[in-house]
């Protein structure tokens, strides 16, 4: 797995999943966001790491049993136990929550092991309790059910679909109230870049329009004033 730097990661965590969706979106890439996922509690931080994926698939009732869990190499198991601390452990559940991914248990010990959150296109168990970890988590709705009513795991650390978004094993996974974003591991140090100064000049454009300012010539920064003033701006406030 790339590992991401710590001055990317602390971009990455100053910025919001639109800014690189629109740096993203210039790059072609317009699939990236991982659809239909929302952060259990409104307060819980910027989530930033690596992908760790789990792999799902329907379950065949007779190899799907309580007894499953016994075995220390159970998929679902040894995610939770070898996702790397920084990491997102990102869950395939083929978008159907119907079924648990995980619960609270399981997402607790992954906040212990230093994990840097979790996401799945399904839902989850314990939500309430989950919610007040303070720990990054999303997904699509509460469910009760155990994940072995309709979701079998199958495999860890290889490339999944999650709502819609193609996800490999090290691309950058960034979560804020607007969802979470998928950014590819190779792109990861120039999103970060350019995103970090698109967000000095869109908090500049928001105080300014915060005061009447109109937007034609100031964004986009069509008007020279515009650059002349923003350079300004970001000597004022150390941007």
């Not at 730097?5 to 919001?16: M, P």
């Not at 709502?163 to 990861?188: E, Q, T």
Request: proline letters at 7%.
């Amino acid at each position: 797995m790339t590992k991401l730097t710590e001055a990317t990661r602390n971009k990455l965590k100053s910025v919001s999943t639109a800014t690189v969706a629109t740096a993203l979106f210039k790059r072609g890439l317009r699939i990236q966001m991982i659809q239909d996922v929302r952060p259990l509690s409104p307060d819980q931080p910027t989530m930033v790491g690596e992908a760790f994926t789990l792999r799902y698939m329907p379950a065949r009732e007779d190899l799907n049993t309580i007894d499953v869990f016994r075995d220390r190499s159970h998929p679902q198991r040894k995610a939770v136990e070898e996702c790397p601390p920084g990491a997102v452990l990102v869950m395939d559940s083929r978008k159907d929550a119907r079924a648990a991914s995980a619960g609270a248990i399981l997402v607790t010990r992954l906040m212990k092991r230093g994990v840097a959150g979790v996401v799945t296109d399904g839902g989850f168990r314990d939500s309430a309790e989950i919610s007040r970890l303070g720990f990054p988590a999303f997904h699509h709705r509460p469910s009760a059910p155990t994940n072995l009513t309709l979701h079998q795991a199958i495999e860890i650390d290889v490339p999944i679909g999650c709502g819609d978004a193609p996800v490999f094993p090290g691309d950058v996974i960034l979560g804020d109230a607007d969802g979470v974003i998928v950014i590819p591991a190779h792109l990861a140090d120039e999103i970060a870049n350019e995103t970090f100064e698109m967000t000095a000049f869109e908090d500049f454009v928001t105080e300014e329009v915060g005061k009447g300012r109109g937007i034609f010539g100031l964004y986009p920064a069509t008007d020279p004033q515009t650059l002349t003033d923003f350079a300004e701006w970001r000597k004022k406030n150390g941007r």
